[in-house]
């Protein structure tokens, strides 16, 4: 069973930035999509951002185009979240997963909490 540990969040200023990583057991990682969610408090958890197997192809939701990039290392089993200018808005535990159901058990996240 593949297990999923984030790590990277913290406390920021807002315009400040924040690097997650995603860490994966499991040999089949290199075979999978990837992607990061959120869920801040009272909200649903929603999709952030998802990256193909091979790190090819590449999703930003709209509300974090051109403040986040999703990348991986396969040879790591890593997926990483930079974050850039963030906002208050970007509060929430951060997830990875395999994007589009049929998920992994669920990680512990990582708090990101952006000061305004």
């Known amino acids: 069973q593949v297990q999923l540990v984030e790590s990277g969040g913290g406390l920021v200023q807002a315009g400040g930035s924040l690097r997650l990583s995603c860490t994966a057991s499991?040999?089949?990682?290199?075979?999978?999509?990837m992607g990061w969610y959120r869920q801040a408090p009272g909200k649903e958890r929603e999709v952030v951002a998802t990256?193909?197997?091979?790190?090819?192809?590449?999703m930003l939701a709209a509300f974090v185009r051109g403040r986040f990039t999703i990348s991986r290392d396969n040879a790591k089993n890593t997926v990483y979240l930079q974050m850039n200018s963030l906002q208050a808005e970007d509060t929430a535990v951060y997830y990875c997963?395999?994007?589009?159901?049929?998920?992994?058990?669920w990680g512990q996240g990582t708090q990101v909490t952006v000061s305004s």
């Open positions: 990256i193909s197997a091979g790190g090819s192809r590449r």
């Open positions: 997963n395999k994007p589009g159901g049929l998920y992994y058990d």
């Open positions: 499991g040999s089949i990682f290199s075979s999978d999509a």
